[in-house]
């Protein structure tokens, strides 16, 4: 029995341990180019977007794993199990963003009241971060969340998702494209025959769900604009 519980703790260590390894990893590769202070808060950020799925995961009942990261790729918790019905994976897929999008707020407020350029900077990319999760597209979080919707918001993403590439070309773009297509396949396959059972739900949950992704999608590109703003007179003025 020592022996067995020996294992567990070990096995449950070993998780945390990674977890926290691939965390210095990426701190380690952020802080070699934009320096260790912004390195230990962007991840810091990434964490706490995670901790959201993680705990809105637990509420659930579902078994979950602890934060991996990735540099230059982001994070993500292993969900061992799979929700059981669209308005889980809509509820765990919605929590990182919003307390992700807290979090970012309140370095923001930090940053208007102590000047700091820096916190400025970490809320900007909080901000982002965020925005980008709510692209409509699975793996994304907001793939994840307007599937309880109707999974054909899914089509919505491909041009948004074209769109921030023209913008911005990022290899990550192509990797979120590579993962998102066969779900959105499948989706145009049997666009005429839904999972009934899946995506099952009332109306008033497809409404409270879509008016917290509008709004907490019209939030972050207003604050994302407005920081975005700020560093530009912070740079004028320097």
Request: aromatic share 14%.
């Amino acid at each position: 029995m020592k022996t067995l519980l020996l294992l567990l703790f070990a096995g449950k260590l070993g998780k945390i341990l990674l977890s926290a390894g691939s965390m210095l990893i990426s701190i380690f590769t952020y802080g070699l180019i934009y320096g260790w202070r912004y390195a230990v808060g962007f991840v810091g950020l990434l964490f706490v977007h995670e901790l959201g799925h993680y705990f809105a995961a637990q509420q659930r009942g579902l078994s979950v794993g602890m934060p991996t990261f990735i540099p230059f790729v982001g994070a993500w918790i292993e969900l061992k199990e799979q929700p059981m019905n669209a308005e889980t994976e809509a509820f765990v897929g919605i929590a990182g963003p919003m307390l992700g999008s807290a979090t970012a707020f309140t370095v923001y407020l930090l940053a208007q009241d102590s000047g700091s350029k820096l916190l400025l900077a970490l809320a900007y990319s909080g901000f982002m971060l965020n925005l980008f999760n709510l692209i409509p597209l699975s793996p994304l979080d907001g793939g994840r969340i307007v599937g309880v919707i109707s999974p054909k918001i899914w089509f919505v993403g491909i041009p948004v998702l074209i769109g921030v590439f023209v913008w911005n070309p990022s290899p990550l773009l192509l990797i979120v494209a590579a993962l998102a297509a066969p779900q959105v396949w499948s989706a145009y396959k049997n666009r005429n025959s839904v999972d009934t059972v899946y995506y099952s739900t009332d109306t008033a949950t497809r409404l409270r769900y879509g008016f917290q992704y509008l709004a907490l999608t019209l939030f972050l590109a207003v604050s994302a604009f407005e920081t975005h703003e700020s560093l530009d007179i912070v740079r004028l003025q320097n």
